[in-house]
């Protein structure tokens, strides 16, 4: 328990921290742009290319861990869409409420906590869901409300166009391909470079939890207590089992990278789902406030999770 706290409380209270610094105006609302920036541009990047540089190459096969995950993400989002438009518990168009309700925070809560309880080692498996995750629920959302009506629905060589194009422009994304191509050399990481890597990464995960804090600042929590709860417990109850299951069950995912898979599942509602919400604007109000109360809640969530998970009971 004292270890699952010495995890969980540091990392809510940066989190804590820059919501604090938000709302007494001790830092300007731009900064939280700025410092997400700075993190994923340079620290998170940083930190998975040292990684899949010196990481054994059997290592790094993504399949079974995209299964499981995105697998479940599925699952959840067709569930959410059926709830969407067969009741009122979510007022917002089924694409918005699937959104809120598999979209997770996974670059600014989810890398950094896995990095404080499981280790360096949980760099690899993150960078490798976090690559992919933003593009194919960004556009597997887009297509969706298109395909409901509300415009026309692109081409699929648009869509692969557009996901590429994200993909050959994410830095998490170069920073595991240009890992992976210098492993293949073989020639290691002199002490110099490595120890720059090390230093820029090591700021990333401490900038994201306040950046995050920052951020939460600006999301509202009026109205529409129904759909937020819907979406939350989606989000944080939901999810998680469903991508078990499948971890466990159907893509016999090994233990630490079936934690990993578990644990980024359980992550809260991220702002991709608001912007989302906000492009299309349908069901912003329910998805901001399962952003903003989903972060808290998940304090608790993600403790008993951690607290299964630990003695080995998942």
């Not at 610094?21 to 700075?38: E, M």
């Not at 993504?62 to 979510?90: Q, S």
């Not at 417990?233 to 990278?257: E, M, N, R």
């Amino acid at each position: 328990m004292s270890s699952i706290l010495t995890t969980i409380l540091p990392v809510f209270g940066l989190i804590a921290l820059g919501f604090i610094c938000a709302r007494t105006n001790f830092i300007g609302p731009a900064a939280g742009q700025g410092l997400s920036q700075v993190v994923f541009n340079l620290a998170m990047p940083a930190l998975l290319f040292r990684t899949v540089a010196v990481i054994d190459q059997e290592s790094l096969s993504p399949w079974p861990l995209w299964a499981a995950l995105f697998g479940g993400i599925a699952v959840v989002w067709i569930a959410t869409t059926i709830i969407a438009r067969a009741t009122n518990l979510i007022e917002a168009a089924p694409a918005s409420a699937a959104m809120g309700a598999s979209f997770g925070n996974l670059a600014m809560l989810g890398l950094p906590l896995a990095l404080a309880h499981f280790g360096d080692r949980a760099a690899l498996p993150v960078g490798l869901i976090l690559s992919i995750h933003a593009p194919i629920l960004w556009l597997a959302a887009v297509i969706h409300i298109e395909a409901s009506g509300q415009g026309k629905l692109p081409s699929v060589l648009s869509v692969l166009r557009q996901l590429v194009n994200q993909l050959i422009r994410n830095p998490i994304v170069l920073a595991l391909l240009l890992g992976t191509l210098w492993r293949v050399t073989g020639l290691g990481l002199h002490p110099v470079p490595d120890r720059f890597l090390e230093m820029l990464g090591e700021a990333g995960v401490p900038t994201a939890l306040v950046a995050l804090g920052l951020s939460l600042a600006g999301y509202s929590l009026k109205g529409q207590w129904r759909a937020i709860f819907t979406l939350m417990t989606l989000k944080l109850l939901c999810l998680p089992v469903v991508v078990w299951l499948i971890a466990h069950y159907v893509v016999g995912l090994d233990t630490f990278w079936t934690h990993i898979a578990l644990m980024l599942a359980a992550m809260p509602t991220g702002a991709n789902a608001y912007l989302f919400a906000q492009r299309y604007e349908t069901g912003a109000a329910p998805v901001s406030g399962a952003i903003a109360l989903g972060t808290a809640v998940s304090l608790f969530t993600l403790s008993g999770l951690f607290l299964l998970m630990d003695a080995g009971l998942i």
